[in-house]
């Protein structure tokens, strides 16, 4: 392999990428790859969509960039208004930008400026929760709980307030699933009341976690009482959609589950689906308003709007819709979860299997009952991802436990899946247990 001037996190290098279709990817070394994870959970429609290419096209015979201060661009009007027609009553006001640290930051600086417009500045604290995965940004990282990419930079911000995420999963308790969803629910009421509720701007969650908790699922009773809670105190709620939108859980936003309502919401990845650089803040007609009233949005990315991307966030729309995607990430979802589920009883170091829609993931373990993590030493988070990676299947994993300890492994493939494929990953996913199995000296 030639030497290489890019550096990004790790002197590990991979195949050069020759082309791609549909669920997968061929390397210059003449191997084909399924794209397991819809690469970060990005490529929601698939690779190479030829209607997504043609309309890019007629958008690049026309124009490439065309600066918002400048000129408006009917790309980004429809995109903005065919976004407006598919969320709740109010949310009708977007800003676009390039990706979700974006779409966060935005949404964080936008509550900011709402508040101070609202005679409301004292409002400045923002609740996240722990672990959590918000962005790579200075801003973002300071809502965000995962260790290893928050803790060197942690004198470069105002690290925020955190709580407890829903992890249901690990407690040993005598609760109903209901119950348990309320208890982490009244974690934030009680978080608001020790930081000083006139203190609280907003409290930011991913209604289905991302890469920091692998595709965690609260009990439904969970979002409705966080709701109620939000309400209660003037707080904001803030829905990071970035992973979870768009379609990839089997709703528009993942919101829609639980019939809830947020604020504010970040979006991005699945947005344009990997055709281009895109994401965007959906906010509230009134709060945007009430920014604008007192003198304007104190923000801004030079690419925001760009014409060429909103084409094909578009078009992404349009595929969407056309070949009812949204629909056939819950059935595939569903035969996915229901074949993982199906090796966590072959294999006794699966200890969780989560998710909804084409969000999904699972978890390994030392011990199903007690879910302590396998030991650190044995790196599972990496080297079950490289005997995937060999057997041409991509993955994607993190360390469960904040970062810290755990390995959990998302299965997102992109949204055009077939009953045949899925059952292509869960066949490699079952030879790949085995071997890591062997390695690991680990009962089956």
Same mark, same amino acid.
């Given at each position: 392999?030639?030497?290489?001037?890019?550096?990004?996190?790790?002197?590990?290098?991979?195949?050069?990428?020759?082309?791609?279709?549909?669920?997968?990817?061929?390397? $210059?070394?003449?191997?084909?790859?399924?794209?397991?994870?819809?690469?970060?959970?990005?490529?929601?429609?698939?690779?190479?969509?030829?209607?997504?290419?043609?309309?890019?096209?007629?958008?690049?015979?026309?124009?490439?960039?065309?600066?918002?201060?400048?000129?408006?661009?009917? &790309?980004?009007?429809?995109?903005?208004?065919?976004?407006?027609?598919? !969320?709740?009553?109010?949310?009708?006001? %977007?800003?676009?930008?390039?990706?979700?640290?974006?779409?966060?930051?935005?949404?964080?600086?936008?509550?900011?400026?709402?508040?101070?417009?609202?005679?409301? &500045?004292?409002?400045?604290?923002?609740?996240?929760?722990?672990?959590?995965?918000?962005?790579?940004?200075?801003?973002?990282?300071?809502?965000?709980?995962?260790?290893?990419?928050?803790?060197? *930079?942690?004198?470069?911000? $105002?690290?925020?307030?955190?709580?407890?995420?829903?992890?249901?999963?690990?407690?040993?308790?005598?609760?109903?699933?209901?119950?348990?969803?309320?208890?982490?629910?009244?974690?934030?009421?009680?978080?608001?009341?020790?930081?000083?509720?006139?203190?609280?701007?907003?409290?930011?969650?991913?209604?289905?976690?991302?890469?920091?908790?692998?595709?965690?699922?609260?009990?439904?009773?969970?979002?409705?009482?966080?709701?109620?809670?939000?309400?209660?105190?003037?707080?904001?709620? %803030?829905?990071?959609?970035?992973?979870?939108?768009?379609?990839?859980?089997? $709703?528009? !936003?993942?919101?829609?589950?639980?019939?809830?309502?947020?604020?504010?919401?970040?979006?991005?990845?699945?947005?344009?689906?990997?055709? +281009?650089?895109?994401?965007?803040?959906?906010?509230?007609?009134?709060?945007?308003?009430?920014?604008?009233?007192?003198?304007?949005?104190?923000?801004?990315?030079?690419?925001?709007?760009?014409?060429?991307?909103?084409?094909?966030?578009?078009?992404?729309?349009?595929?969407?819709?056309?070949?009812?995607?949204? +629909?056939?990430?819950?059935?595939?979802?569903? &035969?996915?979860? &229901?074949?993982?589920?199906?090796?966590?009883?072959?294999? +006794?170091?699966?200890?969780?299997?989560?998710? $909804?829609?084409?969000?999904?993931?699972?978890?390994?373990? +030392?011990?199903?009952?007690? !879910?302590?993590?396998?030991?650190?030493?044995?790196?599972?988070?990496?080297?079950?991802?490289?005997?995937?990676?060999?057997?041409?299947?991509?993955?994607?994993?993190?360390?469960?436990?904040?970062?810290?300890?755990?390995?959990? *492994?998302?299965?997102?493939?992109?949204?055009?899946?077939?009953?045949?494929?899925?059952?292509?990953?869960?066949?490699?996913?079952?030879?790949?247990?085995?071997?890591?199995?062997?390695?690991?000296?680990?009962?089956?």
């Amino acid at each position: 392999m030639k030497p290489s001037n890019l550096f990004y996190q790790s002197k590990q290098r991979r195949p050069e990428v020759d082309r791609a279709e549909g669920i997968y990817i061929w390397g $210059k070394d003449g191997q084909c790859y399924i794209d397991g994870s819809s690469g970060a959970m990005v490529s929601n429609i698939g690779h190479s969509n030829s209607n997504v290419l043609a309309a890019m096209k007629r958008q690049m015979d026309s124009a490439t960039f065309a600066y918002r201060l400048h000129f408006e661009n009917s &790309a980004a009007e429809e995109l903005a208004t065919k976004i407006a027609d598919r !969320m709740p009553e109010g949310l009708n006001r %977007i800003f676009f930008v390039s990706g979700g640290s974006e779409a966060v930051e935005s949404c964080i600086k936008f509550a900011r400026q709402w508040a101070v417009s609202a005679d409301q &500045a004292e409002r400045w604290k923002i609740i996240s929760r722990f672990p959590s995965y918000h962005g790579s940004t200075l801003g973002a990282l300071a809502i965000t709980g995962y260790g290893p990419l928050t803790g060197v *930079f942690s004198p470069l911000y $105002k690290d925020m307030p955190k709580i407890p995420a829903p992890t249901c999963y690990l407690d040993r308790d005598n609760l109903s699933d209901n119950d348990r969803g309320l208890k982490y629910a009244e974690m934030l009421r009680d978080e608001i009341i020790a930081q000083g509720p006139d203190t609280v701007l907003a409290f930011v969650m991913e209604p289905v976690g991302g890469a920091s908790t692998g595709a965690l699922v609260a009990p439904d009773s969970y979002y409705n009482r966080v709701r109620e809670i939000c309400d209660e105190f003037g707080v904001l709620l %803030i829905m990071d959609e970035v992973m979870s939108g768009v379609g990839r859980t089997g $709703k528009f !936003m993942a919101t829609e589950h639980w019939n809830i309502r947020a604020d504010l919401y970040a979006v991005s990845k699945g947005f344009a689906a990997g055709y +281009a650089p895109l994401g965007a803040m959906i906010a509230d007609e009134g709060m945007v308003n009430t920014v604008l009233d007192a003198g304007g949005f104190a923000h801004g990315h030079t690419y925001a709007g760009n014409p060429l991307a909103c084409s094909a966030g578009l078009a992404v729309l349009e595929e969407i819709d056309k070949n009812n995607l949204m +629909a056939n990430a819950s059935t595939m979802g569903n &035969a996915l979860m &229901a074949g993982l589920n199906d090796l966590m009883e072959r294999y +006794a170091f699966i200890g969780d299997v989560r998710g $909804k829609g084409l969000l999904c993931a699972f978890e390994m373990v +030392a011990d199903r009952e007690t !879910m302590v993590p396998l030991p650190k030493e044995l790196n599972a988070f990496q080297r079950f991802v490289e005997i995937c990676y060999e057997r041409h299947l991509i993955t994607y994993s993190r360390r469960t436990r904040g970062g810290i300890d755990g390995d959990h *492994f998302l299965i997102c493939p992109p949204m055009i899946i077939t009953e045949p494929q899925v059952g292509e990953i869960l066949s490699i996913l079952d030879d790949s247990l085995a071997i890591f199995a062997r390695e690991a000296r680990l009962e089956v």
